[in-house]
Nanobody, 135 residues
C-alpha cells in the first residue's frame, strides 16, 4: 500500500523559513504503482485546499503564483523523498500542507502526463503537516 508521510512543519515568525519533507513508500519499480508526479497542497484556516508546487518524473516543476520565488520543490528519487523549502514566509502561508502523488498510470494519463497543481489529478495523499506563521 502506498503511503506518504509529511514532516517538518512548525511555527515561525514572518519572514522565517521551514523545510517540509515527504517520505513515499509502497512504490514498486516497474509495477502498477510508481510515482509520476508529486505535489504539495495547503489549506489555510477557512480556506479551500490549493496547489502550491509540483514536480514530475522528468523534473518539470510548477508553482502557484503566490509562492513563486519563495518556495522550492525538489525530489530525491534514490531516497523516495520530496521536499518543499519555504522561505520568506508570510502569515497568509499558514495552513496544513499536504504531500500528494500521482502513482497510478491511469491517473497520470488522465492528468495529460504533465506536471499539475490540480488536486483532482492526484490519487495518493498524506495526512498533512501544520505550518504556522505569526506576524
Amino acid at each position: 500500500q502506498v503511503q506518504l508521510v509529511e514532516s517538518g512543519g512548525g511555527s515561525v515568525q514572518d519572514g522565517g523559513s521551514l523545510r517540509l519533507s515527504c517520505a513515499l513508500s509502497g512504490y514498486s519499480s516497474g509495477g502498477d504503482y510508481s510515482s509520476h508526479c508529486e505535489g504539495w497542497f495547503r489549506q489555510g484556516p477557512e480556506k479551500e485546499r490549493e496547489g502550491v508546487a509540483a514536480i514530475d518524473e522528468d523534473g518539470r516543476i510548477k508553482y502557484a503564483d503566490s509562492v513563486k520565488g519563495r518556495f522550492t520543490i525538489s525530489r530525491d528519487n534514490a531516497k523516495n523523498m520530496v521536499y518543499l523549502e519555504l522561505n520568506n514566509l508570510k502569515p497568509e502561508d499558514t495552513g496544513t500542507y499536504y504531500c500528494a502523488a500521482i502513482g497510478l498510470y491511469g491517473s497520470w494519463v488522465s492528468a495529460g502526463m504533465e506536471v499539475t497543481l490540480k488536486q483532482e489529478d492526484y490519487d495518493s495523499w498524506g495526512k498533512g503537516a501544520l505550518v504556522t506563521v505569526s506576524s
